[in-house]
């Protein structure tokens, strides 16, 4: 006797039960977070402030000062975000997103995990000439 193959919302029940096949599904609330700061890359450019002199005019005295972005070096320093296509194979795409109350740029993006679910505040950035980079906030744990 052959045995029947599953009816077809038999399966869609299976895949949904095991985590609807997102890559977080099967980590924890920490290897997500180790992951994500993993992910993040350090860069250094010059200051579009000060054009690397280190010192910018105070609007109140009209005096040099040192300059706040790149605090005096000449150089920003700064960590940049995974690009869209590193971070969904690491993650895979968020369960939902909602908006956050009074705010035009950042995003609340869920995704599954073993503890429960992970919010974490996120949005996309482009830049001219760069890939389109994923900036996030710190993730949360949201107990089932």
């Not at 369960?95 to 974490?120: H, I, K, M, N, Q």
Request: proline share 11%; glycine share 10%.
């Amino acid at each position: 006797m052959t045995p029947r193959p599953l009816p077809p919302l038999v399966l869609i029940g299976l895949v949904l039960s095991c985590g609807g096949g997102s890559r977080s599904a099967s980590m924890s609330f920490a290897d997500f977070k180790a992951t994500l700061e993993r992910m993040k890359t350090p860069f250094e450019e010059p200051c579009p402030e000060c054009h690397q002199s280190g010192k910018v005019l105070d609007p109140d005295t009209g005096n040099e000062v040192k300059c706040p972005t790149c605090e005096g070096t000449g150089m920003r320093k700064g960590v940049r975000g995974p690009t869209v296509a590193d971070f969904e194979a690491a993650f895979g795409k968020p369960e939902r997103v909602e908006s956050r109350p009074a705010d035009l740029v950042w995003e609340y993006w869920f995704f599954p995990c073993r503890e429960g679910t992970v919010r974490l505040p996120a949005f996309l950035d482009e830049q001219p000439g760069d890939e389109v980079r994923v900036v996030t906030g710190e993730p949360e744990l949201i107990r089932r």
